[in-house]
Every structure is written in C-alpha cells, then in structure tokens.
Nanobody, 129 residues
C-alpha cells in the first residue's frame, strides 16, 4: 500500500508561483510513475502532468506547458509540481497520483485517472485576479 500526501497549496495572485509537493510512503516510490491532476469547482478532474519512474520522460496538458514543471526526487520519495505564471483558471484542488511502472506509454495513458492506483487527498490552489 502506498500513501500519498500533498502539500504546498495556498492563495496566490495571478502571475505568482507555487510549488506543490507529494510525499509517498513505502520503499517502492522509485519504481512508480507519478501524476498530478486537478479539479476545479463544478468541473471534472483533469490531467495536469506526469513523470515516469526514472524522471526521463514528462508529459503536460497543453494549458500548463511552459508554466508548470513536474519533477521528482526518488531519494526523498517526493514528486513536485512547480507552477509559475499562475492564472485564475488554475484554481483547483490538486491531486497527486501514483502507479507502478508497467512500461513506457504515451500521454493518453498517463492522462487517464484509471491508469493510477493511488491518490492523495488533494491540496487547494487558489489564484486571485
């Protein structure tokens, strides 16, 4: 069993930055693919970014490309989401998700919620205009 705990959310003005962290329990983190999703009020949860177990490949949804960066530190069992140039439309609860590495796939695979086995409780990000 893997537990994921997110932190780093908060209130920020448009144009500002935040860094989200997700700490995973267990000794197998380095063999897990990790993703970030978000859910805005009244909307479905959507894919934001993903990083494979080795950190050699990353994926992003189009709306955050060039502004967000996903990274990981396997020694610390932590995955990060650096968010720059935040916009009001980035306001959402951000969730960390993990899945055992089963091979390299394309962005469609990593963008599907059902590709992940474990989820955190979420952290709120609010961007004011």
């Amino acid at each position: 069993q893997v537990q994921l705990v997110e932190s780093g959310g908060g209130l920020v003005q448009a144009g500002g930055s935040l860094r989200l962290s997700c700490v995973a329990s267990g000794r197998t983190f380095s063999s897990y693919d990790m993703g970030w999703f978000r859910q805005a009020p009244g909307k479905e949860r959507e894919f934001v970014a993903a990083i494979v177990f080795s950190a050699s490949i990353t994926y992003y949804t189009d709306s955050v490309k060039g502004r967000f960066t996903i990274s990981r530190d396997n020694a610390k069992n932590t995955v990060y989401l650096q968010m720059n140039d935040l916009k009001p439309e980035d306001t959402a609860v951000y969730y960390c998700a993990g899945a055992p590495f089963l091979g390299i796939h394309g962005v469609r695979y990593y963008s599907r919620e059902e590709s992940y086995n474990y989820w955190g409780q979420g952290t709120q990000v609010t961007v004011s205009s």
